[in-house]
């Protein structure tokens, strides 16, 4: 009697696994916020270096915030 349940615990670590039935997509929820862009800003009438100097920090700032979106959407891509 015990040989033939040895034999049958044996034989139910063999078995095959159960097959895959159902497949779940999931879609990461993306607020529209990370999908715009501050926009650039104006190109300045050169009158001066400073005028263009802020012109230069805020073209930096508007393309930071486009490369701060691109990375969190890039993260929750990746987490899913």
Do not use: F, N
Not at 50 to 57: K, L, W
């Amino acid at each position: 009697m015990r040989r033939v349940l040895g034999m049958l615990l044996v034989l139910a670590g063999c078995a095959a696994p159960a097959p895959i039935t159902r497949i779940v997509t999931v879609s990461p929820q993306i607020p529209d916020s990370l999908l715009l862009c501050a926009p650039a800003p104006d190109v300045p009438a050169a009158g001066s270096q400073a005028v263009v100097a802020r012109y230069i920090v805020a073209l930096w700032q508007a393309g930071e915030d486009c490369r701060a979106h691109v990375a969190a959407i890039k993260a929750v891509a990746v987490a899913h």
